[in-house]
């Protein structure tokens, strides 16, 4: 397995296949990135420095054609917690056959005051829902991708997938900033079929799980 700090987005170099899917995440990152370097600015302060801009505007992690078409090999697939959309939008325009619901759909607006306070507008078409509509599809792989951290929504997701006859389950997060305890106390107890470090923020430890048989 890949050391973290090799996984920090600013070492990633984007692949040829990352044009195979519509990222401007991906690509407005890589263009900040090469202005860093060309400047010669200490890289994990810049990246720090914008990180909010980035995770208002797309999403928490960022999408590469890796992670992505990893994820997408278990579609068709539910996303809890799509926030933005942005990972269900990339996922949709690589084939994956996906649907994504969020308590809190983001609108046309930022507004830290009521709704969505995380991301400023959705990318791809995200359901009202809770955690409980992953009972609605049990024959799609759950996907929690950064469920909010010292909350139990992500628990509450799995069991009400499990109890309506799900298999199988992809996780991506930090387990340290991500979920909480009981959460990832369900998950050490599943069988893990994929497990890989992630391109991910300075100081972020993120990784991919995808469980099965649960």
Do not use: Q
Not at 1 to 19: E, F, Q, R, T
Not at 51 to 66: E, L, M, S
Not at 81 to 108: E, N, Q, R, T
């Amino acid at each position: 397995m890949m050391n973290k700090s090799s996984c920090s987005i600013g070492n990633y170099v984007p692949l040829a296949d990352d044009s195979a899917v519509y990222n401007p995440y991906l690509l407005e990152l890589s263009e900040y990135l090469g202005a860093l370097r060309e400047a010669g600015g200490d890289i994990n302060a810049g990246l720090l420095d914008k990180r909010h801009y980035f995770t208002a505007k797309y999403a928490f992690p960022v999408p590469t054609i890796g992670v992505l078409n990893a994820v997408k090999r278990h579609s068709p697939i539910v996303e809890i917690g799509a926030g933005s959309g942005y990972w269900a939008m990339c996922l949709h325009g690589l084939g994956a056959d996906i649907v994504a619901y969020d308590k809190f759909p983001a609108g046309g607006s930022f507004d830290p005051s009521g709704g969505n306070a995380w991301f400023d507008d959705c990318w791809f078409n995200v359901i009202d829902g809770d955690e409980t509509s992953a009972s609605h599809h049990p024959g799609r792989t759950l996907f929690l991708c950064w469920p909010p951290a010292e909350n139990s929504m992500a628990l509450s997701a799995l069991e009400s997938y499990l109890s309506s006859g799900g298999k199988k389950m992809i996780y991506i997060g930090d387990p340290a900033s991500s979920a909480d305890v009981s959460f990832h106390s369900v998950l050490a107890g599943l069988r893990v079929i994929e497990g890989r470090r992630t391109p991910s923020w300075p100081g972020i430890d993120e990784i991919m799980l995808v469980c099965e048989g649960v």
